[in-house]
């Protein structure tokens, strides 16, 4: 990474100039110029809006975790930025969320599966293996990683791994749903969001969970024609760069598997990671390929011109590399 790109991302919105300062510097958070750019972002009214709407937590009954629009991805996001349970909104957020605690242990959202997919037709208070570990693992990212609660929620959904990743899950009360597939199969996007659990709780990375689930997503790169479990296809969409990072694409998977040390060693990540450095610019920029039409505003959600948030998403993964 030069330093002309450097330049270039401290001069974009104030989240990508506090996270390129504290990410892709080393800048510390007690550092002046960190304290401004964070100041500024806490003051953007684009992450005042993010924050107004989940104070409304939990919003609206689940009926698609693709949506980008769903509160629990734009949680994940606010963790991503650095927020954190200091931050007065937070707080509350964070009170709202963990208010609702299943007997198993994963926090739960208001959902909704029709009769004719295995539930009950009404609105519940539930979990799924698609949105349980996102919500924890931006509870540990927004400084509650020591709470109990937050332990309890990782025990279960850690001992839900299979030998071949983690499956299709859901609580009780969504009865016999899961998604389409075959039940021996992992879930793609299960397994990826349980590796962002372990990401960020050190003393797993290095756990045989996060081996099995590291493998699993290395394995499905590597067999992308031929294995699509539960429809979750690698191929000309999952290939395309988008931010923020939420759903099955390429640099969601290589955002989280960069944490885990080994995996750099990998041919099929030094694969997957060459495919997305090919499409940087001569300047070291990238356009966003693909975008969520609900982030309308922010700089990642065009695809005409270099984006300095998607840019800053690609060389945090680059710099975990040379950390290495």
């Not at 689930?213 to 024609?225: A, I, P």
């Not at 191929?235 to 395309?240: L, Q």
């Not at 940087?280 to 920029?285: I, R, T, V």
Request: net charge positive; glycine share 6%; proline share 7%.
């Amino acid at each position: 990474m030069n330093n002309k790109t450097i330049e270039w991302l401290l001069q974009g919105e104030p989240w990508v100039e506090y996270r390129t300062r504290v990410d892709l510097l080393g800048q510390s958070e007690s550092d002046p110029e960190v304290r401004a750019a964070r100041k500024a972002m806490l003051a953007d009214p684009k992450v005042k809006s993010l924050l107004s709407e989940l104070a409304d937590w939990p919003g609206t009954v689940l009926n698609s975790h693709r949506s980008a629009s769903q509160p629990f991805h734009k949680l994940s996001f606010i963790a991503d930025l650095g927020l954190n349970v200091n931050d007065p909104p937070v707080k509350k957020i964070v009170q709202k969320v963990m208010k609702h605690q299943s007997k198993q242990g994963p926090f739960q959202l208001p959902t909704n599966v029709p009769v004719h997919f295995g539930g009950s037709g009404k609105d519940e208070w539930a979990w799924a293996l698609c949105d349980a570990p996102v919500i924890l693992a931006s509870l540990i990212r927004l400084g509650m990683r020591d709470d109990p609660r937050v332990q309890t929620a990782l025990d279960h959904l850690n001992a839900l791994l299979r030998a071949n990743g983690w499956p299709c899950a859901v609580s009780p009360e969504l009865g016999k749903f899961r998604g389409p597939g075959r039940k021996e199969d992992p879930c793609p996007y299960a397994t990826l969001v349980m590796l962002q659990v372990l990401a960020h709780v050190p003393e797993l990375r290095e756990s045989k969970p996060a081996k099995i689930g590291v493998e699993t997503l290395l394995s499905l790169w590597e067999e992308s024609k031929d294995r699509h479990p539960y429809m979750f296809f690698m191929g000309t969409d999952f290939r395309k760069l988008k931010a923020p990072l939420f759903w099955y694409d390429i640099l969601h998977v290589l955002d989280v598997l960069s944490h885990f040390d080994w995996a750099w060693k990998d041919k099929r990540f030094k694969q997957m990671l060459s495919l997305v450095e090919s499409k940087s610019d001569p300047e070291g920029q990238f356009t966003p390929e693909s975008v969520w039409m609900a982030w309308k505003g922010w700089d990642f959600s065009q695809k005409k011109a270099p984006s300095r948030g998607l840019t800053f998403f690609v060389q945090r993964i680059l710099r975990r590399g040379t950390m290495n």
